[in-house]
């Protein structure tokens, strides 16, 4: 296509000016973020249907959640490296951005050494705790979290750089590309293990064609400098990766303790009512994507942010508020939907004043969407006492779970009441906010 000069317009070039815009940028990432999460939520439901042996699902969906609890945390290092490319970019420093990639592929390549190191150990007694049908499973699930965690590098050089349709882009990929060797390692009769190690094989495509990419950052001469410590950037990363690590294992922890207190049939009933629930948890996504870098924009310039803050919970209560709605409304259908055959081993589950189980569940999540929201907007206020708020609701949820368990919905009740008293400790220390000064400049 010609412009009005009658050069050629491609679709990069119609792209850049959106690209370079606050809300463009954040519509971006937005619909790529709730595209993405779309499709990962897709291949748990299609692998209910396809994983059909009895503690199968199970076996995936806790492997799953272990994934989520060991590696959300840590994805934390994309917004170190997102920050220190960026500083860096703007300033021009191209070669020493590429001292701090090549510095962190190599921790990371390490990291992800030590952590199949760790897996291998590991895989005979974690398989008999979560009553596995092989420890190589435990060993699988090593090779994929190694894999994501070096694939934060070429996100956080794209975040950095404001690519954010190839951003988007890679996250759909990588989700798309999972579903794909999935269904065809599970159709070919390696049951759980293909299913888990779809995600290790869609992290190594991306990794190769994104460091291909940007194959400048990892080869060539560069001029060292000694006033830069790449190292230093690592400490940023130990507060966020703390609050997102104990807010993704209190989500995520529930399964695990139901597959080692109840056994596999019951972890079965509980993995397929999970399914419903926590999708809920993806609301938060994109508008956090949006409130962050607004609020942390306001910060620096020493102003307000307590209307932002609210619009996005408001924004947050209403998108919550009609799928759990839905639920409420078609408890019979949303079970069958998510959970296909198996909808009928939970639709006539129960909770507290007769409570449907999805309906609860979703409520559950609903309410730890909103503290998900909240804990990155005080990340983006550069606080970290509330950290402890949410070490000491993990505690409480395990040994009310491990007190409390009884029946699947009691498990829901004791993550509903530590979720509420959560909620409302971080509403008021969200409000109570103050402007900053004017930041410094000083690197990340």
């Known amino acids: 296509m010609l412009d009005e000069n009658g050069r050629s ?27 993405a999460s779309a499709l990962t939520y897709l291949f748990s439901i299609i692998m209910t249907r396809m994983l059909g042996k009895a503690g199968a699902f199970s076996n995936f969906n806790s ?13 934390a290092i994309q917004t170190v490296i997102t920050k220190n490319i960026a500083k860096l970019d703007v300033m021009g420093e191209h ?16 990291a992800g050494f030590v952590i199949l190191l760790v897996s291998a150990a590991a895989a005979w007694p974690l398989s008999h705790i979560l009553k596995l049908d092989s420890p190589m499973l435990a060993i699988i699930l090593g090779t994929y979290v190694a894999i994501t965690l070096y694939l934060m590098l070429p996100y956080g050089l794209l975040q950095g750089e404001q690519r954010f349709a190839g951003l988007g ?18 159709a070919l009769g390696f049951g759980v293990s293909g299913a888990m190690g779809a995600g290790t094989l869609a992290g190594m495509c991306l990794v190769g064609a994104l460091v291909y990419y940007y194959r400048d950052y990892f080869h060539g001469k560069v001029d060292p400098s000694r006033d830069f410590n790449p190292a230093k950037a690592l400490l940023a990363f130990i507060p966020i990766a703390i609050a997102i690590f104990l807010l993704i294992f209190m989500t995520q922890i529930d399964v695990l303790l139901i597959k080692a207190l109840k056994g596999a049939i019951e972890a079965d009933r509980y993995s397929y009512g999970a399914l419903a629930g926590k999708a809920v948890l993806f609301f938060p996504v994109g508008i956090s994507v949006v409130m962050f870098p607004r609020v942390s924009q306001l910060r620096t310039r020493g102003e307000h942010t307590r209307r932002v803050l609210a619009l996005s919970l408001m924004a947050c209560l209403l998108l919550e508020g009609a799928v759990v709605g839905f639920y409420a409304l078609f408890p019979g259908f949303t079970a069958t939907f998510f ?21 609860l569940f979703g409520l559950v999540m609903a309410v730890f969407a909103l503290i998900y929201l909240l804990v990155y907007y005080q990340l983006a206020l550069d606080r970290t006492a509330f950290i402890g708020l949410l070490a000491v609701g993990a505690v409480a949820e395990v040994i009310g779970i491990a007190f409390f368990h009884r029946t699947l919905p009691d498990v829901l009740l004791v993550m509903l009441v530590v979720g509420v008293m959560l909620l409302v400790v971080n509403l008021i220390l969200s409000f109570m906010e103050t402007p900053a000064g004017q930041s410094d400049g000083s690197p990340v």
């Open 9 to 35: 317009s491609g679709i990069g070039e119609r792209l850049t000016p959106l690209r370079g815009t606050l809300l463009g940028a954040f519509g971006v990432m937005m619909v790529a973020i709730t595209l």
């Open 63 to 75: 492997l799953n959640s272990l994934f989520l609890i060991i590696f959300t945390g840590s994805s």
């Open 95 to 110: 070669d020493k951005a590429c001292l701090f990639v090549r510095a962190f592929s190599r921790w990371l390549a390490w």
């Open 169 to 186: 882009a890679a996250s759909i990929s990588a989700a798309l590309l999972r579903i794909v060797f999935g269904v065809s390692l599970v």
């Open 339 to 359: 959970a296909g055959k198996h909808g009928k081993e939970i639709s006539g589950l129960t909770g507290v004043l007769g409570v449907p189980f999805v309906v």
